[in-house]
């Protein structure tokens, strides 16, 4: 192949063929506002870091569901049940546990010699609570945490050579969980030095950290599998000879009783997460310690947090509640939302009988799926409020417990709570989410309104991501110059879509980006006002009886 051109000319004659500048990259469309985090306790999950849960995923990552009944804990689960059916999107779980009682534990296969008569080795499964420094083949950990254990398989295939059953030291190994739902499967070899057919390490330990983080594996020094033993070659009939355990309980989950550190591990978990995600649902918890712990995550963060308040208690205890937990002193409380639902209704996990089960959660997942939908400029439609009549709870079994006046529903405004009832409209009566405020302690201000923040957040998370790749990768000249370039791009598509309105700002918008006065050399200023659009709560009708 000729080739005219080189990479490197030098001092030589020739064409030299410098590397492509790409100056058609576009900022990507964000997709972290189709997925919520929250804080919860399951009975399976990761306690290292947080999961990136589906629907599909569910069960398999988190077990399954458990009465409420049994524990008020458990109500999370059944509301990430239904989130994640409504939302056709992803959770980003961190799973509560006590950090000074959870124990991951050991599984150790051993192999035992031959008693006579017989001539094949045996093998034996145990849990230990550290790693073996002696007497093992294999030593297993699941960082998955299964309460109710999971199970191993092993197998090893034949060797032949001249008709002989021949020794091996390749391996293949499966995880199952407690109702034989098959987790991994890896094969590999015991010989530390072994390679594949590509050059690339075949030793058992390495193949399987190169799938997954979640297993660890130490193997023992010079461990191989013999003609005769169990888990070696095939049976008379031809079908694989697996040597499988019974169930190992090889994590301890310790008890619910948790603490301040227990919390903030949690919320640390979530915050450094690699996931992405634009909210945060309280999983019903009525922990005030928690919830301020996830209030403060969503200021960290600039997340909004949407939380429940028990819909068992009276409107005077909702209140009440609400009021204990002085979230709008906060500087950011316009952050922090909270949904009332004093109705009872079906699970729709069908895990729990018609009861009390919050909304919040529920709200954030029909905005999630909401922001699915872009237009021509990739914005989602976030100056609707996910609200009213366009979105009645999707649930059965509905009935609500208590009358609300029209001076408790201006109490309920009043302090701040969205209650989740029954209203009336054209179509007759549903249950909707009857406001859209947050705890911002404002009464006429867009810091109020839930689809003005969510608004807010969004172009807050386009800017400082744009930001972000301009840090430490261009001149301070040419940075300025694209950051100006982008806002101006943003607002005007953002104004296009309907969330930005004229105000005293007759374009709805202004922008400052300048080098810093004081440290111009490398501080970059970015200041901009914008008027949201509003939305619609009150409606003043008159009518004149003319002549």
Known sequence: ??????????????????????NSELPGTLIGDRSFGVVMRSNRGRIDKAMEIEFGTLTKKLGAGEPIRANALNEAWAQLYEALMRSNGTAIVSRLVRTSQAVTKWIVVSQVAPVAPATANTYTFSVADTQATSDYILQIRHLGCHNDGIKVSLWADSVTVGGVEQP????????????????????????PNAKDDYGRSYYLPDVISAQTDEVIVVVGDNTEFKSG????????????KWLASDVLIAFIEGDHSYTVDDYQAAMDRLKHSQYDFSYLASGGTQSSTMLWKLAT??????????????????????????????????????????FWMPVKSDDFSGLNPNGYIGAAMLNVALTCAKNIALNSKGFASKNYPTAGIRYPIPRSGLRQAITLSD????????????????????????????????????????????S??????????RVTRFGKGLVNSFPMTVAVKRMKDFLEKLFSSAKTSGWIVPGELKSGYSIYVAPNEARPYDVMDVQYAIHYDGAVRQIMVTQTLSR
Request: contains cysteine; negative net charge.
């Open 1 to 22: 192949m000729p080739i005219t051109f080189t990479r490197n000319l030098g001092h030589a004659p020739g064409v030299q063929l410098n590397r492509l500048i790409d």
């Open 168 to 191: 091996t030291k390749i391996l293949n190994m499966q995880l199952f969980d407690a109702n034989n739902v098959q987790l991994f499967s890896f094969q590999g070899s015991t010989d």
């Open 229 to 240: 033993e169990a888990l070696y070659g095939h049976t008379d009939l031809g079908s694989e």
């Open 297 to 338: 995550l969503a200021f960290e963060t600039n997340r909004q947090l949407r939380f429940d308040i028990d819909g068992r208690l009276s409107l005077e205890a909702a209140s009440a509640f609400v009021e204990s937990l002085n979230l709008s002193s906060a500087a950011e409380s316009h952050l922090l939302q909270a």
């Open 407 to 450: 001076l408790d529903l201006s109490n309920l405004s009043k302090r701040r709570i969205n209650p989740v009832v029954f209203d009336t409209f054209s179509s007759g009566s549903v249950c909707v989410f009857r406001d859209q405020i947050t705890q911002a302690l404002v009464d006429n201000s867009l810091r109020k309104l839930i």
């Open 452 to 461: 003005v923040v969510d608004m807010s957040t969004d172009i807050d998370d």
